[in-house]
């Protein structure tokens, strides 16, 4: 069992909920400035404490740091058990600084109940935080839906005036997700039969294609809806316009990276075979995201939802960046979850600093901002090229990245993907030029004020990542290196010991045909036509894991020093 | 000298951040000399390198500079990497020198702009870019360069961003360039999966042996190539998405010099001359070069017979000129292509400054039916004018002169057809131009009363650039002599840059025409003749008699309205591009989303809510009927038990 | 000899007992009425076990007779407490007036 001794990231985790007690003394209605003061102060020192962690990481290594291992519920072996490694790094990072921008644009912008608002808002951190660095499924579940209920409170209390609509149904879709995948954890666990939750063990296990693919499908829904991926992403512009601004940069840039840091923690590493064989709808799935969400957010006229859709359209690029289970792909993937959560998070971000103003985020409400608030369109100007991938700023790394690792897997999705990155320029150009460009035709515009030094403050940092990264993305992309090289290592020999013979892996109808040539191959009696009935059968069995021979894969993992996704000779 | 090659990115970035942040309290004069000084200092760098390559022996005149990786992943690594060799020298010099002589124009054509700072900041924002795209080692830096000089255009083109006009056509240049860009972006992925690479050196030295021993196939090559040239046609406004061009006239008249005639805009050409070892592998994408190069040639031409802005004759000339260097580049003759790129550079931005010393003589006025007589008035200008007009239609001694004659020899190599096409551009282009310069110059005067007393010669800032660049457009042409035997100096000095390359036909064809240098004599004297045809004849219908050509657009009516509607080639693409993919935009987010999807999604609720509905019937509240329930469902059970 | 009662007609009079509870709880609307209808119902089930105590010579019908009476009485208590607010707020003990719970 390994300890590293490190209370790190416990105390990441858990110090927002000190800020959630400091807040709880003090008075919501006279304290106001006291209760933002508390939360600023709470996010900016958990920051901090992120920032050591950066320092601290070892680039080098593909394993977990910071591990923390204490028993939790023992009898049902569940354990608290945190680790970061080069794909959580960054997005804990993304969290604790987003947070801090978050508390500082809901300055103004939250006048009623301030105090239940910054204590969701802290208790929102924590579900994130916990969820990106829980290395127990057990855990790692509780986090997610801890993330659930503050953000369904910030969307249902603090929104718009669709809000409960909004908030029901950005419950439900999550919701729905998240139950399959608690019976995929459950089933898992009872496979696995060593009564623990752990993801190191879980992953340990030798599935059969057959059980992957249902697991994979269990975990499938909840990521994928909380990503989205089409068709799954009805929620998020419904969440995003009534969402208070905070609200919805913390949607954009971290509540969704839980999907797709799902993807890349656990649906890929524990079922590789399946993810191969779901590879193609997935990534087709994300192409029809990009293009579908590029041309809806076209003909969109409210500012916020036409950057809600360009979110489904970008992370359809994560998606199938991811998919292409290449360096390239991976490591492009992992970097625009980044970009996205900073260029998208600054444009919800942006759209908030103008509707504190006006009231309104309709497009035909403004126009020739430019000559009235120009330090607000410069800024807008920078986010917006970075967000349509203008080399030089972040987007273009990752999106190139994402594309070069697709061209290598497909390269007609990787041109249907390019296409994608004309209308990106399509849409958020015309919007820019209806808003920012043009004369002042509303009089309602004239009056405005030009951003203030808070303001300011919350956009600049942005701006400096969104060219750092730009400009020397080394010093976010190394960190990733070791960790994603092993886990597109592991993914490769996983599929190439399996299925040497087949690239494209049917789903359903052949799959049955498909599972009894590798289940034959293993020894094992071929399985029914109905490949639940057989799964059942397996369950109730648990032949596949210790009384057949060893399967194909396995035994050629075993050969290999350091197969698997993770070798079980670390623990 | 050659180590301080970065010098030249850095001081134009130099000159962005201190316009940008420092020098806010600073003089209009201030912020431009600044600005210009950055540019003019480049100037000096790329000369001091210039002649520090000169001295090394030709087979060495090939330095890179790897200043950091940029992107590393896997076995993707791209680095920041310069190189300075012949060919971007020679960029790097048109671009700095055409560059400060522009930016020392502008500060007398802004003056008293209220965005006067922020068109500087573009500016050097321009240069930087710009030369980043020349300079660049491998295909995703230039790719870099080749974005980012399309930001300062889409950005100078919306300047005068309150004018929708100007908004529209910077966007309009930005995505039609981005549709440009899909295939360069396709062709790197391309080269990064066939060659493992993306520096210039090795993929350009692995090439020719990959492809000769199969591993790379034939038309692995073609694609690329021709991918790459989508990316060309994009930037360098060819066949069919040059429609942004004339568009873009929208931004700064210095602004139209700098970049929509003299730099960016040949930034294709230079992509394809750079990448001529992949072309030359290419037969089949050469000839598509030629024949689009030559298509957009004419067609361009003729669109700017009769166009009536001052500014948008220029831009079609632009188009149809950049076409005669892709053709160049198309039948093999690289050199050719760049030296024409370096003439036109020349002519192409002083009878830019010209229109725009024009423009500001007249306040604003850019209606060649408005103009006329100017020549008393605007000496300077008038003059300088008429040797750009020279220049761009080819008489003897003028720069374009040794250019255009060179790409039409070679175009005759290697075939009769092009080369008749060619000739004819020719004449058209002498036609339009020395049209331009009669309907402005000369004749009766059609200015407005109120305009006419205010017409005054431009300041000296202006009109000493115009001077510069009117000794370039005579003298530029010289560095091509000796003009006959294809062996000038501007060509063995950029010859071995190309000389990885065995050029497929247009070489071999040269050499065949060294025999003949009686013939080559003969061609130049046609060529010449062709374009003192062009301006006798604009001499005769637009000065001499007018009525002549009212009459010519009458008799061919139908010919007249084409060609005054462009072709309708923007209202084609309204029609078959941008409105079907709004409307499917429309069907998507109100059909499928909101319908489909979410009609799945509240039907599964509705569905629930229906169903419980139904059942909440049977609570009526009523303690009473509650109680007859449970009394019959005992009786019901004592039946049951009673009767099994 | 003594004479017995036969089991039966003691659960006869306790089923007639019983229903007539039941016709009460079903038919009357006064809440009190139908509080009273409860108890005679309960009256009826303990009858039957005070009878089945006898013949089976068990005390556990006895025991379960004194259950019912300390429930019903606690149920008295309770009950009798809601009525009087249920007529408080409504002037009225009238169920068919009391349909809150309606779906």
Redesign the interface.
């Known amino acids: 069992m390994t300890d590293s001794g490190s209370s790190l990231l416990t105390i990441i985790i858990f110090l927002p909920l000190l800020g959630v007690l400091l807040l709880a003394f003090l008075n919501g209605e006279r304290q106001k400035g006291a209760i933002r003061a508390v939360a600023l102060l709470t996010t900016l020192i958990d920051f901090l404490l992120t920032l050591r962690l950066w320092t601290a990481f070892d680039a080098g290594s593909a394993d977990f740091q910071f591990e923390e291992l204490r028993p939790w519920i023992e009898s049902l072996g569940v354990t608290y058990h945190l680790g970061i490694d080069g794909i959580s790094l960054l997005l804990v990072l993304l969290t604790t600084f987003m947070t801090v921008l978050a508390v500082l644009a809901s300055w103004t912008d939250i006048t009623k109940r301030v105090k239940e608002y910054m204590i969701a808002m802290l208790l929102l951190e924590v579900g994130m935080l916990g969820a990106f660095c829980a290395l127990d499924l057990f855990l790692f579940y509780v986090f997610w839906e801890l993330m659930l209920i503050p953000m369904y409170l910030l969307i249902g209390i603090w929104g718009g005036p669709r809000r409960v609509y909004a908030a029901i ?1 950005f419950f ?2 999550t919701m729905a997700g998240s139950v399959l995948m608690l019976v995929g954890i459950i089933g898992l666990y009872f496979l696995a039969g060593k009564n623990s939750f752990d993801l190191l063990d879980i992953l340990s296990l030798q599935l059969t294609p057959n059980l992957q693919f249902w697991f994979f499908l269990a975990f499938f829904f909840a990521f994928a809806i909380k990503v989205p991926v089409f ?1 799954f ?2 929620w998020l ?1 419904d969440a995003h316009v009534e969402a208070p601004t905070a609200g919805s940069v913390i949607l954009a840039a971290i509540l969704l990276k839980m999907g797709t840091y799902g993807f890349l923690r656990f649906s890929v590493p524990l079922f590789p075979l399946a993810a191969q064989s779901m590879a193609p709808l997935i990534s087709v799935l994300a192409l029809i995201g990009i293009l ?1 969400g590029a ?6 006229r409210d500012v916020k939802k036409l950057v809600a859709y360009s979110s489904v359209s970008h992370l359809g690029f994560v998606m199938l960046g991811m998919f292409a289970f ?3 792909g991976v ?2 993937s992992l970097l625009q979850m980044v970009n996205h959560g900073l260029s998208t998070g600054a444009l919800f971000l942006i759209v908030g600093m103008i509707y504190e103003r006006r009231h309104t985020r309709l497009i035909s409400d403004f126009g ?1 901002l ?2 009235q608030v120009p330090i607000f369109a410069a800024f807008f100007l920078v986010i917006m ?1 970075s967000s349509i991938g ?3 700023l972040n987007g ?2 990752g999106e ?2 994402i ?2 690792g697709a ?2 897997a497909n ?1 007609l999705y ?2 249907l993907a ?2 994608g ?3 990106g ?2 849409y958020m ?2 919007m820019f ?1 209806r808003v ?4 002042i035709t509303n009089d309602a515009n004239r009056g405005l004020r030009d951003l203030n030094l808070r303001e300011i403050g919350i956009l600049t940092p942005i701006v400096v990542l969104v060219v750092w990264i730009g ?4 010093t976010f ?1 190394r960190p990733t ?1 070791a960790s994603v ?1 092993r886990l597109v290592a592991g993914y490769q020999q996983a599929v190439q010991g399996a299925a040497p013979r087949t690239s494209v892996a049917p789903a359903t109808g052949a799959d049955a045909a498909w599972a009894a040539r590798v289940l034959g191959e293993a020894g094992e009696p071929p399985p029914s036509e109905r490949p639940w009935e057989m799964n059942l059968a397996a369950i109730g069995s648990t032949a596949m894991t210790s009384a057949a021979p060893p399967p194909m894969e396995r035994r050629m993992g075993r050969d290999v020093p350091g197969a698997g996704p993770l070798p079980a000779g670390r623990r | 000298m050659l180590d301080l090659a970065w010098l030249m990115l850095a001081l134009p970035l130099l000159g962005v951040f201190l316009n940008l942040f420092v020098t806010g309290r600073m003089s209009e004069r201030g912020i431009g000399w600044l600005a210009s000084a950055v540019v003019g200092l480049a100037l000096l760098v790329a000369v001091g390198a210039f002649l520090a390559l000169l001295k090394l022996p030709p087979q060495q005149r090939h330095i890179e500079l790897n200043v950091y990786t940029w992107i590393a992943s896997g076995s993707l690594s791209a680095g920041f990497g310069l190189l300075v060799d012949q060919l971007s020298i020679i960029m790097a010099l048109v671009v700095t020198g055409v560059g400060f002589i522009i930016h020392v124009y502008s500060i007398g054509y802004m003056h008293g702009d209220p965005g006067f700072r922020r068109y500087f900041v573009y500016l050097n924002l321009f240069i930087f870019s710009m030369l980043i795209l020349v300079l660049a080692n491998n295909f995703l830096l230039l790719f870099v360069g080749w974005e980012g000089v399309g930001l300062c255009s889409y950005l100078l083109i919306g300047f005068w961003y309150e004018r929708k006009s100007a908004a529209d056509a910077g966007k309009k240049a930005f995505i039609v360039n981005r549709v440009g860009d899909f295939g360069f972006l396709l062709a790197i992925f391309l080269i990064f999966a066939l060659f493992g690479s993306l520096d210039f050196t090795t993929v350009f030295s692995k090439a020719p042996q990959l492809v000769q021993s199969g591993v790379v196939s034939g038309a692995a090559i073609t694609a690329i190539t021709l991918l790459l040239f989508v990316g060309a046609t994009g930037k360098s406004a060819q066949l069919p998405l040059y429609v942004w061009l004339p568009d873009a006239m929208e931004g700064p008249t210095p602004v139209s010099a700098l970049i929509h005639a003299a730099t960016m805009v040949t930034a294709g050409v230079y992509m394809v001359v750079r990448t001529s070892a992949l072309f030359a592998l290419a037969p089949l994408s050469l000839t598509v070069v030629a024949g689009i190069g030559l298509a957009t040639a004419f067609f361009a031409a003729t669109m700017g017979l009769v166009q009536t802005d001052i500014k948008r004759v220029l831009a079609y000339s632009t188009v149809s000129q950049l076409g005669y260097m892709f053709l160049a580049c198309g039948v093999g003759a690289f050199t050719a292509a760049i030296f024409h790129l370096m003439t036109h550079a020349f002519f192409k931005s002083l009878l830019f400054l010209g229109s725009g010393s024009v423009i500001h003589a007249l306040g604003g006025e850019q209606d060649l039916r408005r103009m006329g007589g100017l020549f008393s008035k605007l000496r300077t200008t008038g003059i300088t004018f008429w040797i750009g007009a020279l220049a761009i239609a080819g008489i003897f001694p003028f720069a374009g002169f040794f250019s255009k004659d060179e790409i039409l020899w070679e175009t005759l190599q290697e075939s009769l057809f092009l080369w008749a096409v060619a000739a004819f551009t020719a004449f058209l282009t002498a036609l339009y131009m020395f049209r331009l310069i009669y309907l402005t110059f000369h004749g009766p005067s059609r200015v407005s009363a109120e305009r006419a007393a205010h017409i005054h010669e431009s300041p000296k800032v202006m009109t000493r650039p115009l001077v510069v660049l009117a000794v370039l457009s005579i003298l530029g042409g010289f560095v091509g002599l000796p003009l006959i035997q294809g062996g000038n100096l501007f060509k063995s000095f950029l010859e071995p840059v190309l000389a990885r390359a065995p050029l497929a036909h247009g070489a071999a064809a040269a050499e065949a025409g060294h025999a003949a240098i009686g013939f080559e004599l003969f061609m130049m004297i046609v060529s010449l003749a062709i374009a003192v045809a062009g301006l006798v004849m604009a001499r005769r219908f637009f000065l001499q008699r007018p009525e002549l050509a009212q009459r010519a657009a009458e008799v061919n009516a139908w010919l007249y309205r084409l060609l005054c509607g462009k072709y309708f080639v923007d209202e084609a693409y309204d029609l078959l591009v941008v409105r079907p993919v709004k409307q499917l935009g429309t069907i998507l987010w109100r059909g499928f989303d909101v319908l489909v999807i979410d009609g799945i999604a509240n039907g599964a609720a509705d569905l629930i809510r229906g169903a419980s509905g139904a059942l909440r019937r049977l609570q009526t509240g009523y303690v009473k009927s509650y109680a007859v329930t449970m009394v019959l469902g005992a009786m019901l059970l004592v039946l049951y038990f009673v009767m099994r | 000899m003594s004479f017995t009662v036969p089991l039966s007609w003691y659960l006869v009079l306790s089923a007639i007992v019983f229903s007539i509870g039941v016709a009460g709880v079903l038919l009357r609307r006064n809440a009190l009425v139908i509080f009273m209808c409860i108890e005679i119902m309960l009256s009826g089930v303990n009858l039957s076990f005070i009878a089945f105590s006898r013949f089976l010579h068990s005390m556990s019908g006895q025991i379960f007779f004194f259950f019912v009476m300390t429930v019903a009485a606690a149920e008295v208590a309770v009950g009798l407490a809601i009525i009087l607010t249920i007529f408080r707020s409504r002037e009225s003990v009238d169920v068919d007036e009391v349909n809150l719970l309606r779906g």
């Open positions: 149904k439900l879709f068709p992403h009805t512009p579908y041309l809806v957010a076209m003909v969109q290449n360096m390239q490591q492009g020739g430019w000559k090229l203008l080399p030089g273009f790394v190139f990245l594309l070069v061209f290598q390269r990787a041109v390019t296409i990155v004309i209308l320029a399509v150009l015309w030029q920012i460009f043009g004369t400009v020397y993305p080394a992309l290196d090289r």
